[in-house]
């Protein structure tokens, strides 16, 4: 359980996270891409693709498989909106690991 000076921090960094324009162009795309069912499939899809690339151990990521898998990502996201929103939501998860590794690094938690 937070204290309530946590929990009014805590708010305070959620409404100014929603006020960016990456988490304003994040839910715009999310919006566009829930509305049209091929859309969203082809999302699915395309996170599928980097779940199962992310498996591979990085010395066989240039394999035949790994290329398979490079090829049919690359075809999915040309699909505008579906590389819209992957960007999207790329950039704002990236600027949420900027606010996680400035508390982070705010906080000397080594030994």
Wanted: avoid cysteine; charged fraction near 30%; proline fraction near 2%.
């Amino acid at each position: 359980m937070l204290s309530d000076n946590l929990n009014k921090v805590t708010a305070n960094v959620s409404a100014a996270i929603r006020e960016t324009d990456e988490f304003v162009e994040f839910e715009k795309q999310k919006k566009l891409a829930r509305s049209n069912p091929e859309t969203k499939e082809m999302v699915d899809r395309a996170r599928s693709i980097q779940s199962r690339f992310m498996e591979i151990p990085e010395d066989q990521r240039n394999g035949d498989y790994a290329e398979s898998l490079q090829n049919e990502y690359e075809e999915i996201t040309e699909n505008t909106a579906v590389y819209d929103y992957l960007r999207a939501e790329a950039v704002f998860m990236t600027m949420l690991q900027e606010v996680l590794g400035s508390i982070i690094e705010s906080v000397d938690i080594e030994i």
